[in-house]
């Protein structure tokens, strides 16, 4: 088994859902009775099983080291993740050992990103009490409100399997707002616990963190980020996943690093702009030079901490931005390729008509808003208080979500 797992290492085929949906049943009900489950036992996982990131590190680490009666553990299928884990002390499981099937079989509380095969093709956490911050909040439509298919038929078929037994199942979902809560009700059928918290990933954006522990020493050595008190603009498109969208993103990355004024407005105000791709993204057409750099996954340990360092976000259709408006910054809408991408993603009207306002379609305009926000000191122009309004109903509790999240399940199951 490669030891360096990529996405899409799940099989969610209609054979390993009967199997699975047999499986859930069987161990919400005959298979609590034959092993009880223990409240004080939370297993953490995301990224199907093979990153260490996200909501659920974040809460991890949170209990981890605060709720000392409880046990947490990590469950992953990457086998260097594991290594990595075990040797800094953490208790790590490797999916589809006989330890970890047993810990999963005696777990009280889960908690996962993406899927409840994060911990597994076939995990034993189904009798547990589910819990999902999810990995990002709903600017894209899935599931339910976006025809997976373009058979009618497919798509029918396809509710009815989520309706009998969904990957996505939880008995707790955490939301950001109240519309988030009904876009989660919407999209996923759940009639479960909804609670309005904040993404524990989001504490971190309430530390003031040094360019050192942010970015990785290779990075930080190669453009001698120490030597100056650098300001930084944060680039983080979304993923495109087809040619034609990946070659659009070439582009505008190759006028971004060409664009001569630019690069003048950087290099003049001592500003580095860091572009930081999904993890998905090809790079290996971009070009890149010592004021536009490339930061990618190796580079960085956790997107939030770029978005805290950052005084200025540019993105698109990137969940990123509702978690950077939580910090009053100017964040600019670069999105040249809207109605394609809405055509191919499923884009909600709610951030289209947010966004209408501020959104910029070509790079010379970008260019004069960049200098423009440069020269206000990146003074916000109302966009991120209107993504608050929508996206974040306690932006003023920000730093203690993780904490609220386990007292809510603290007091929901007794524990």
């Not at 969610?12 to 009880?36: E, H, M, P, V």
């Not at 600017?139 to 078929?157: C, E, F, G, S, V």
Request: net charge positive; glycine share 4%.
């Amino acid at each position: 088994m490669s030891k360096d797992l990529k996405r899409k290492t799940i099989n969610r085929g209609i054979k390993n859902w009967t199997k699975n949906c047999f499986r859930f049943y069987y161990q919400r009900s005959l298979g609590n009775l034959l092993c009880k489950r223990d409240k004080k036992l939370w297993l953490f996982s995301t990224w199907e099983g093979t990153k260490y990131a996200d909501n659920s590190r974040y809460l991890y680490e949170y209990v981890k080291e605060n709720e000392k009666d409880i046990t947490c553990g990590w469950v992953t299928k990457n086998e260097t993740l594991y290594d990595s884990l075990k040797n800094k002390g953490h208790y790590v499981l490797l999916a589809g050992t006989k330890e970890c099937d047993e810990a999963q079989k005696k777990a009280g509380i889960v908690v996962f990103n993406h899927g409840l095969d994060d911990f597994g093709d076939f995990p034993y956490v189904f009798g547990a009490r589910i819990v999902c911050p999810w990995h990002g909040i709903g600017i894209k439509k899935n599931y339910a409100t976006l025809d997976m298919h373009h058979n009618k038929l497919k798509n029918t078929l396809s509710e009815l399997k989520m309706r009998v037994f969904s990957y996505i199942y939880r008995d707790v979902t955490i939301a950001t707002s109240e519309y988030i809560a009904d876009t989660y009700r919407k999209e996923t059928l759940t009639t479960k616990s909804i609670f309005i918290v904040g993404q524990p990933r989001n504490d971190v954006l309430s530390e003031k963190l040094p360019v050192t522990k942010v970015l990785s020493e290779e990075i930080i050595n190669k453009y001698n980020l120490e030597d100056k008190p650098y300001r930084y603009i944060a680039y983080m498109p979304t993923y495109r996943g087809n040619k034609a969208s990946q070659k659009f993103l070439e582009e505008l990355v190759s006028e971004f690093t060409g664009n001569a004024k630019l690069n003048d407005i950087l290099e003049k105000n001592n500003i580095k702009l860091l572009m930081k791709m999904h993890y998905l993204t090809d790079t290996s057409n971009m070009s890149f030079n010592d004021n536009i750099m490339l930061i990618d996954d190796k580079a960085i340990e956790c997107p939030q901490r770029l978005l805290s360092l950052s005084d200025m976000l540019i993105t698109d259709y990137s969940t990123c931005a509702t978690d950077f408006s939580l910090l009053d910054r100017e964040v600019l809408f670069f999105t040249p390729d809207i109605e394609q991408y809405s055509i191919d993603n499923g884009v909600y009207d709610e951030f289209l008509e947010v966004i209408r306002p501020y959104q910029i379609m070509d790079i010379d305009t970008l260019v004069k808003r960049v200098e423009s926000a440069v020269n206000e000191n990146f003074k916000s122009k109302g966009v991120t208080a209107a993504l608050n309004r929508l996206y974040n109903q306690k932006q003023k509790e920000l730093g203690s979500y993780r904490k609220k999240i386990v007292e809510i399940l603290r007091n929901k199951y007794r524990i």
